[in-house]
Structure formats: C-alpha cells, structure tokens
Nanobody, 115 residues
Framework: VQLVESGGGLVHPGGSLRLSCAASGFTFSTYHMNWYRQAPGKERELVAL????????NYADSVKGRFTISRDNAKNTAYLQMNSLKPEDTAVYYC?????????WGQGTQVTVSS
C-alpha cells in the first residue's frame, strides 16, 4: 500500500497550489479520501474529505470556499486544489485513505505560504 503526495512548495499569499495523492496497493475507489494538515506545534487537523464516488465532500471551516477536494478513480488519485492561500495554511499536508479499520497515510508534502 502506498500513498504518495506531490505538489507542495512555497507560494505567496493569495497564490494557488494543487496537491496530488497517487494511490497504489489497494482498491482506491472503495476508500474515502481525506486531506489532513499539521502545522508546527499544532495537532493534525482534517482539511477536507471526499466519499468513494466523489458524491459528497466536506471541508474545515478555515478552508471553505478556498480549497476543493476531488478524486479520479480511474487514475487512483486524489487532489486538493488550494486557492487564495494564506500564511496560516502553512503546514505539512497528508493524504489519508480510510475504509473501516483500514487507514493508510502518505508521507506528507510541505506547503509554505509566505511573502
């Protein structure tokens, strides 16, 4: 089982990034997909989630209207489009796949928002 995030980096406030999470080793389409983030000195928090067929999404209040989660089950990939980025969005972003007690994590990708 492997989840590999990509797309992180340094961006100015107001900028955009698109994170990708490539999955392998399990039946991607049957898992709910989540994006979490963890800032220095803070607990890991759920940013966004999407159900198996993408029919339902949910977001943390802090990112609503700015972030969009999506998935392509044909490509075994989940995405997080992040617009209007703020310095407080700076964190390591983790991809998570969950189905019942099965819970898989990626290694994380750093997002830094700074002028």
């Amino acid at each position: 089982v492997q989840l590999v995030e990509s797309g992180g980096g340094l961006v100015h406030p107001g900028g955009s990034l698109r994170l990708s999470c490539a999955a392998s080793g399990f039946t991607f389409s049957t898992y709910h997909m989540n994006w979490y983030r963890q800032a220095p000195g803070k607990e890991r928090e759920l940013v966004a989630l999407i159900t198996t067929a993408g029919g339902s999404t949910n977001y943390a209040d802090s990112v609503k209207g700015r972030f969009t989660i999506s998935r392509d089950n044909a490509k075994n990939t989940a995405y997080l489009q992040m617009n209007s980025l703020k310095p407080e969005d700076t964190a390591v972003y983790y991809c998570n796949a969950r189905l019942g007690i099965c819970d898989y994590w990626g290694q994380g990708t750093q997002v830094t928002v700074s002028s």
